[in-house]
């Protein structure tokens, strides 16, 4: 970093084109989002070598990309959305102003132009708007010294030659075959011979979470996309995966988090929008919470009787939330894994259920044991906050795995069930037992 600045500084542009040159790609976006000016990333990219210009452009941030492109002329902005791959240009198109894109696609070659607008024609976060449509494909009746001479030509603007898809007249997917397979046949084998038939394809309107689930599943580095005619339209690979996935995890912690979801970086989120993501659920919650104080109002003659039970009221709601957020938490991860599922029901009730009696015991002779000797409360106080905090635990963790399983029954999020919803509700639930149990055994109320 230091060597770019002090090249750019001292303008010896010469040789920081030939100290770029040398670089991976993105390892110098890297550099250019930590420059301290704007003008700085416009030169650096400017200076850098023609081929190396739009690989570079394709890893920098949005804001980055926005700023290059709307710096250069209509000529230089189009020749980036020509020699960007086609998933990539469309991604950064999909965030930029409905003008600039018109300009940009006005002026980009048709080929370019085709690409991009087929891709943008499908939902958003589909397998058709992050697939890729440069591939190599063969037909059945080539050679292998016919196909590996098509992939010779047509290579270089494919997003992986390492899979090659064999396609009949009207484009239907038939099989793969692998470059290896290529290399080790004999020129004169036919392709439809030695291609695999039996293909894992994935649908274009398939949602990009069960796109990187199926990934995981079969541990593939590219996946065709097929439309409803089973059509080869493009493939995704597993570079967009990757991103798939962080972007699917960021969006289920921001939920269990009671956030709305963001899809920029928090340095790059202003201070109004971090609010407005947090404030509705914020609201929803301390509404609900309101609750948990009518509870304890209806509730006051019996604590007037018997103060020493308000001072456990925050142990007990704060162990039921914990205990409710670890069921929740564990559960969320293995509906998003696709590990369970909602006919799995009772018997990951029957799991909580004996985990929360264990739990609960546990807890609770720990509990009694530090009522007795160190806050030297009455026996019978101590049966009433140690049976509320196992009833809690109980209770905790079969809301907790439970939850999370209807909210995905009926097409929700499961994450937006986590543990601050389901810490609301335990509160109350938790409340509700204590005073039922200490007005009955307390004889108070």
Same mark, same amino acid.
């Given at each position: 970093?230091?060597?770019?600045?002090?090249?750019?500084?001292?303008?010896?542009?010469?040789?920081?084109?030939?100290?770029?040159?040398?670089?991976?790609?993105?390892?110098? @976006? @890297?550099?250019?989002?930590?420059?301290?000016?704007?003008?700085?990333?416009?030169?650096?990219?400017?200076?850098?070598?023609?081929?190396?210009?739009?690989?570079?452009?394709?890893?920098?941030?949005?804001?980055?990309?926005?700023?290059?492109?709307?710096?250069?002329?209509?000529?230089? @902005?189009?020749?980036?959305?020509?020699?960007?791959?086609?998933?990539?240009?469309?991604?950064?198109?999909?965030?930029?102003? @409905?003008?600039? &894109?018109?300009?940009?696609?006005?002026?980009?070659?048709?080929?370019?132009?085709?690409?991009?607008?087929?891709?943008?024609?499908?939902?958003?976060?589909?397998?058709?708007?992050?697939?890729?449509?440069?591939?190599?494909?063969?037909?059945?009746?080539?050679?292998?010294?016919?196909?590996?001479?098509?992939?010779?030509?047509?290579?270089?603007?494919?997003?992986?030659?390492?899979?090659?898809?064999?396609?009949?007249?009207?484009?239907?997917?038939?099989?793969?075959?692998?470059?290896?397979?290529?290399?080790?046949?004999?020129?004169?084998?036919?392709?439809?011979?030695?291609?695999?038939?039996?293909?894992?394809?994935?649908?274009?309107?398939?949602?990009?979470?069960?796109?990187?689930?199926?990934?995981?599943?079969?541990?593939?580095?590219?996946?065709?996309?097929?439309?409803?005619?089973?059509?080869? &339209?493009?493939?995704?690979?597993?570079?967009?995966?990757?991103?798939?996935?962080?972007?699917?995890?960021?969006?289920?912690?921001?939920?269990?988090?009671?956030?709305?979801?963001?899809?920029?970086?928090?340095?790059?989120?202003?201070?109004?929008?971090?609010?407005?993501?947090?404030?509705?659920?914020?609201?929803?919650?301390?509404?609900?919470?309101?609750?948990?104080?009518?509870?304890?109002?209806?509730?006051?003659?019996?604590?007037?009787?018997?103060?020493?039970?308000?001072?456990?009221?925050?142990?007990?709601?704060?162990?039921?939330?914990?205990?409710?957020?670890?069921?929740?938490?564990?559960?969320?991860?293995?509906?998003?894994?696709?590990?369970?599922?909602?006919?799995?029901?009772?018997?990951?009730?029957?799991?909580?259920?004996?985990?929360?009696?264990?739990?609960?015991?546990?807890?609770?002779?720990?509990?009694?044991?530090?009522?007795?000797?160190?806050?030297?409360?009455?026996?019978?106080?101590?049966?009433?906050?140690?049976?509320?905090?196992?009833?809690?635990?109980?209770?905790?963790?079969?809301?907790?795995?439970?939850?999370?399983?209807?909210?995905?029954?009926?097409?929700?999020?499961?994450?937006?069930?986590?543990?601050?919803?389901?810490?609301?509700?335990?509160?109350?639930?938790?409340?509700?037992?204590?005073?039922?149990?200490?007005?009955? &055994?307390?004889?108070?109320?």
């Amino acid at each position: 970093m230091d060597e770019i600045l002090e090249l750019l500084e001292t303008k010896q542009y010469t040789n920081l084109r030939q100290h770029l040159a040398e670089m991976n790609h993105a390892d110098i @976006a @890297a550099i250019m989002e930590e420059l301290p000016k704007e003008e700085m990333l416009l030169k650096v990219f400017r200076i850098l070598p023609k081929d190396m210009a739009a690989d570079v452009f394709s890893y920098l941030e949005v804001e980055s990309q926005q700023f290059i492109i709307t710096s250069l002329s209509d000529r230089e @902005a189009a020749n980036i959305i020509d020699n960007l791959m086609a998933d990539d240009a469309t991604d950064f198109l999909e965030e930029m102003p @409905a003008n600039v &894109v018109k300009k940009l696609l006005a002026n980009a070659n048709p080929d370019t132009r085709r690409d991009i607008n087929h891709l943008l024609r499908y939902p958003e976060d589909s397998a058709g708007s992050i697939m890729t449509v440069e591939y190599v494909d063969l037909k059945e009746n080539l050679t292998v010294a016919e196909a590996i001479e098509r992939i010779r030509n047509v290579g270089l603007d494919s997003e992986t030659i390492n899979i090659c898809y064999v396609l009949d007249s009207r484009r239907t997917l038939l099989g793969t075959v692998a470059l290896r397979y290529l290399l080790l046949s004999q020129p004169e084998a036919r392709i439809g011979d030695i291609m695999h038939e039996n293909v894992i394809s994935l649908n274009t309107l398939m949602d990009q979470e069960e796109v990187a689930h199926q990934f995981q599943k079969y541990d593939f580095i590219a996946m065709p996309v097929v439309d409803n005619e089973s059509r080869l &339209v493009g493939i995704i690979t597993v570079d967009d995966v990757v991103d798939i996935m962080e972007e699917e995890a960021t969006e289920d912690i921001e939920k269990m988090a009671a956030i709305v979801p963001s899809d920029k970086p928090y340095m790059k989120t202003g201070v109004w929008e971090t609010f407005k993501k947090r404030i509705p659920w914020l609201l929803l919650l301390m509404i609900s919470a309101t609750f948990t104080g009518k509870i304890i109002s209806s509730f006051e003659d019996a604590l007037s009787a018997c103060v020493i039970l308000t001072a456990y009221i925050p142990m007990l709601m704060d162990t039921g939330g914990n205990a409710g957020g670890q069921a929740s938490v564990t559960i969320i991860r293995g509906l998003s894994l696709n590990e369970i599922e909602f006919k799995d029901m009772f018997r990951i009730i029957w799991k909580e259920v004996r985990v929360a009696v264990i739990c609960g015991i546990t807890l609770g002779l720990a509990n009694f044991a530090k009522l007795i000797l160190m806050d030297h409360v009455s026996m019978t106080v101590a049966i009433v906050i140690c049976t509320t905090l196992i009833a809690t635990i109980f209770i905790a963790k079969v809301v907790g795995c439970t939850l999370p399983m209807f909210a995905k029954k009926i097409g929700l999020d499961p994450a937006v069930m986590a543990s601050p919803f389901i810490t609301t509700i335990v509160d109350a639930l938790s409340l509700m037992i204590y005073f039922q149990i200490a007005t009955r &055994v307390l004889g108070i109320g």
